[in-house]
């Protein structure tokens, strides 16, 4: 199974601050790479696919980047409601592994 | 809108057994994959099954080979995982989901 690691587990953050969010694959994942936002209690909601594609209603402070091993979720000027957890995930292959999880909250 | 609503979860002792489904509303549900993820108490998201929009691929989680089954219904509209031989380590809230993602179901599995 393909292996998922995210960098920070957590970081502490001013509203307008930028925040970049690093997930590496244990190996080639090309571009199959999505990543998620949760809020407590809530469900997983997708923010960007194929590394760097925005869903739709996304908003555009959010980007995605990288191919092959290594990516990062930026998110220009984080706003109150962006603060939660991120996860990435690769769909190269299946077992479809998801990163420990990066936990975003307020300084 | 895109609905997903789970149901079935609750209590169940170890060694029992659940069956959840997963209700699809506001999209063309024969279209799309489908998924199980599910999330510990406390912990991170882990993806459990796949199946296709047929319904004739189907992948586990290796945690769970052997003892959960997912299938479909697409007349219905609807997702289902069976889930037996149930371990304290199921124990987790279970999503249902392909882009977006229902609210999920609470499986416990104690004693």
């Known amino acids: 199974a393909i292996r998922m690691t995210q960098s920070p587990s957590s970081l502490s953050a001013s509203t307008g601050d930028r925040v970049t969010i690093t997930c590496r694959a244990s190996q080639g994942i090309s571009s199959y790479l999505a990543w998620y936002q949760q809020k407590p209690g809530k469900a997983p909601k997708l923010l960007i696919y194929?590394?760097?594609t925005l869903q739709s209603g996304v908003p555009s402070r959010f980007s995605g980047s990288g191919s092959g091993t290594d990516f990062t979720l930026t998110i220009s000027c984080l706003q109150s409601e962006d603060f939660a957890t991120y996860y990435c995930q690769q769909y190269y292959s299946y077992p479809r592994t998801f990163g420990p999880g990066t936990k975003v909250d307020i300084k | 809108e895109v609905q997903l609503v789970e149901s079935g979860g609750g209590l169940v002792q170890p060694g029992g057994s659940l069956r959840l489904s997963c209700a699809a509303s506001?999209?063309?549900?024969?279209?799309?994959?489908m998924n199980w993820v599910r999330q510990a108490p406390g912990k991170g998201l882990e993806w459990v099954s796949y199946?296709?929009?047929?319904?004739?691929?189907?992948y586990y989680a290796d945690s769970v080979k052997g003892r959960f089954t997912i299938s479909r219904d697409n007349a219905k509209n609807s997702l289902y995982l069976q889930m037996n031989s149930l371990r304290a380590e199921d124990t987790a809230v279970y999503y249902c989901?392909?882009?977006?993602w229902g609210q999920g179901t609470l499986v416990t599995v104690s004693s």
């Open positions: 989901g392909s882009v977006d």
């Open positions: 194929a590394a760097s």
């Open positions: 199946i296709s929009s047929s319904g004739s691929t189907i």
């Open positions: 506001g999209f063309t549900f024969s279209s799309y994959e």
